[in-house]
Structures are given as C-alpha cells and as structure tokens.
C-alpha cells in the first residue's frame, strides 16, 4: 500500500511563491515515478509536473513551464513542487500522486493519490 500526502497549500498574491510537498509512505518509493497534478473548479483534472525515480527526467505542462519546479529527495521519502510566479489560473486543488511505472504523464497511469491540497492565488 502506497500512501502520499500533500501539503504546503494556501493563499498567495499574484506574482508569490509557495512550495508543496507530498510524503510517500512506501518501502519502494525509490522506484516510483511521482507527479503534481491540479484541478480547477469546472475543470479536468490536469497533469502539472512528473519526476522518474532517479529525478533525472522531470517534464513540465506549458502553462507552468519556467516557473515551477519539481523535485524529489529519496532519503527523505518527499516530493516537491516549488511554484513561483504564481497567476490566478495556479488556482487549483494540487494533487500528488505515485505511479508504479518508471515515469508517466498519463493520470490514468496513476494508482496512488493524495487528498489534494487548495492553492489560492489572488490577483
């Protein structure tokens, strides 16, 4: 059983910064490709950032492209999104999730998600 959990959510003005992190409680953490997903409200579930699990190859949605950062340290079992910059369209509930696969950017490849965390940005 792999479980995550975000955090690191909040209020932030246009233009801020915030950090997420997601714990991953799984004997094999190592080996799972990690990514951040979001969704607004009326909106689909999108794909935000995905890491391997070496965090060698990271690969980055267009709208967040330069100005987010994603992450991983093995030791410590945790991801992380670094978000700066931050747009009213960062609105979102922002998802961790793992996948048994080495690496993906398909959410339907995803079978571990976290609870979701609210970012706010307000403009």
């Known amino acids: 059983q792999v479980q995550v959990a975000e955090s690191g959510g909040g209020l932030v003005q246009a233009g801020g910064s915030l950090r997420l992190s997601c714990g991953v409680v799984?004997?094999?953490?190592?080996?799972?490709?990690l990514g951040w997903f979001r969704q607004a409200p009326g909106k689909e579930r999108e794909i935000v950032a995905a890491i391997t699990w070496s965090g060698t190859t990271s690969y980055y949605a267009d709208s967040v492209k330069g100005r987010f950062t994603i992450s991983r340290d093995n030791a410590k079992n945790t991801l992380y999104l670094q978000m700066n910059s931050l747009k009213s369209e960062d609105t979102a509930v922002y998802y961790c999730?793992?996948?048994?696969?080495?690496?993906?950017?398909?959410?339907?490849?995803?079978?571990?998600w976290g609870q979701g965390t609210q970012v706010t940005v307000s403009s």
């Open positions: 999730a793992a996948t048994v696969a080495r690496f993906s950017k398909d959410a339907n490849e995803y079978t571990y």
């Open positions: 799984e004997r094999t953490f190592s080996r799972n490709g």
